[in-house]
């Protein structure tokens, strides 16, 4: 029997090429988004590769619709075996003049949007295991100026995965997250807008912002459903392009035993670097 794969977000950009990619890669693919013109494009494209799959609409920000949605694969397919929480939204601004709308849209989708799919698949996930991956970002690794929301959220599905990744252990369901750079829909505005000044400055593109394809994030989750480690979990991963990085979870770096000892150590270092 062919696994049942959700990817919220599959209307576009990364969400629409993991959904064609698993879609010839032998899923039923359910494709999430909140376009109906665009879901059933979607879907007939992988219709027309040869692959199963059905469209359902909801917006994941909202609850009752997840709850909807979740219930409808059940009664549609009868299991889910991976989820796959793309969805993503921006409304960048500086803190200062940054709306509570902008904050709350961007934490909604995204870090919201996370909770309410998982928490209404781990039901039926639990007797057969199951993959969830969410879909971080660098700015949730390091911090983007001007993105305090987005880096927040996307900060914030760190800590998902490494929860759960050790609470669904037993229940032989993995958690990961991929930190893509790809350009798509969302990235293109900036990097064309990057070219541009670069250009301008005569300097040299910068090497951070050549990136790859969305097609080469949709290679790597389906290879990395394809792996049969069940302790391949609760790990980031870096893809761009051909090249995967592999994050590491953040551990203490010095410790002292008294406060002025501990600024000592910590101008040393400063001095040090």
Not at 108 to 133: E, K, S, W
Not at 231 to 253: A, D, H, M, R, Y
Request: hydrophobic share 40%; aromatic share 8%; proline share 4%.
């Amino acid at each position: 029997m062919k696994k049942v794969a959700i990817i919220t977000g599959a209307t576009r950009g990364i969400g629409r090429s993991i959904a064609a990619n698993l879609g010839r890669s032998a899923y039923q693919v359910v494709v999430n988004g909140t376009n109906r013109v665009l879901i059933d494009q979607v879907v007939q494209e992988i219709h027309d590769a040869g692959g199963e799959a059905a469209g359902y609409c909801a917006d994941i920000a909202n609850p009752a619709l997840v709850t909807a949605m979740v219930d409808a694969v059940i009664a549609d397919y009868g299991r889910i075996d991976v989820l796959i929480h793309n969805a993503g939204n921006v409304h960048d601004q500086k803190c200062l003049r940054m709306t509570d709308e902008e904050w709350h849209s961007v934490l909604d989708v995204h870090l919201n949007g996370a909770f309410y799919t998982i928490q209404r698949v781990l039901p039926h996930m639990q007797n057969n295991g199951g993959d969830i991956i969410l879909m971080t970002s660098t700015a949730g690794l390091t911090g983007s100026v001007g993105q305090v929301n987005y880096s927040a959220a996307k900060a914030g599905m760190l800590g998902v995965v490494w929860t759960l990744a050790a609470e669904l252990k037993h229940h032989q369901i993995r958690v990961n997250a991929i930190s893509p750079a790809a350009l798509t829909d969302m990235t293109r505005p900036v990097i064309d807008h990057l070219k541009e000044k670069y250009a301008i400055r005569h300097e040299p593109f910068p090497e951070f912002w050549r990136v790859g394809e969305a097609d080469d994030i949709a290679r790597f989750v389906a290879a990395l459903l394809a792996q049969p480690d069940p302790e391949l979990t609760g790990e980031i991963f870096g893809v761009n392009g051909s090249k995967v990085t592999k994050w590491q979870k953040p551990e203490p770096v010095f410790t002292e035993n008294s406060i002025e000892a501990f600024f000592t150590t910590w101008y040393r270092q400063k001095g040090s670097t």
